[in-house]
T-cell receptor
Framework: GQQLNQSPQSMFIQEGEDVSMNCTSS?????WLWYKQDPGEGPVLLIA?????ELTSNGRLTAQFGITRKDSFLNISASIPSDVGIYFC??????????????FGQGTILTVHP | EPEVTQTPSHQVTQMGQEVILRCVPI?????FYWYRQILGQKVEFLVS????????KSEIFDDQFSVERPDGSNFTLKIRSTKLEDSAMYFC?????????FGPGTRLTVL
């Protein structure tokens, strides 16, 4: 089956620093999604990417859909304490009228020190 | 802002018992999903549902699992005879296009 490798597994940073995490896939995806999950809660959608090469921002977050369609990265600029959480990449390769299953990365645990 | 809701937030059951997890997807969405997340692990796909039938299911989604859209708003996941290894967070998600929005989850504990 499809595999997503997400790195790094964890990050410990100071408030104000920029953060970067990425995902690589063993196969091509048509859609890349980035989620944030707080303990005991559901994943919250941060950014959705639909085209190879697409660069999308959402406030301090920026994500890109890799040209090869096998990778994506998420950047967080000027981190703040509430950025703490687990960040997941997810992708699917469905097309046409089928919006298929998401394959998730293993997650990046982000800790921000004030 | 529309959101996916799930009930109950926590369900404790005895092994072998049946459980039904309930979801109300976002109202104009047509595609519905169930995922699960075992503690400390990544989210795993269980099943997708469109036009009142299953579109795709994973190996996890065996004969003990079933899904139903009993009316115009609810989407349910039934586990007929729970096992200890079914203990996990179960998330419902819905989508109109390529993005998927998740509910807050139901924590299922099987004793």
């Amino acid at each position: 089956g499809q595999q997503l490798n997400q790195s790094p597994q964890s990050m410990f940073i100071q408030e104000g620093e920029d953060v970067s995490m990425n995902c690589t896939s063993s196969s091509i995806f048509n859609t890349w999604l980035w989620y944030k999950q707080d303990p005991g809660e559901g994943p919250v959608l941060l950014i959705a990417l639909y085209k190879a090469g697409e660069l999308t921002s959402n406030g301090r977050l920026t994500a890109q859909f890799g040209i090869t369609r096998k990778d994506s990265f998420l950047n967080i600029s000027a981190s703040i304490p509430s950025d703490v959480g687990i960040y997941f990449c997810a992708g699917h390769s469905a097309g046409g009228t089928s919006y298929g299953k998401l394959t998730f990365g293993q997650g990046t645990i982000l800790t921000v020190h004030p | 802002e529309p959101e996916v809701t799930q009930t109950p937030s926590h369900q404790v059951t005895q092994m072998g018992q049946e459980v039904i997890l309930r979801c109300v997807p976002i109202s104009n969405h047509l595609y519905f999903y169930w995922y699960r997340q075992i503690l400390g692990q990544k989210v795993e796909f269980l099943v997708s549902f469109y036009n009142n039938e299953i579109s795709e299911k994973s190996e996890i989604f065996d004969d003990q699992f079933s899904v139903e859209r009993p009316d115009g708003s609810n989407f349910t996941l039934k586990i007929r005879s729970t096992k200890l290894e079914d203990s996990a967070m179960y998330f419902c998600a819905s989508s109109a296009q390529g993005d998927q929005y998740f509910g807050p989850g139901t924590r299922l504990t099987v004793l």
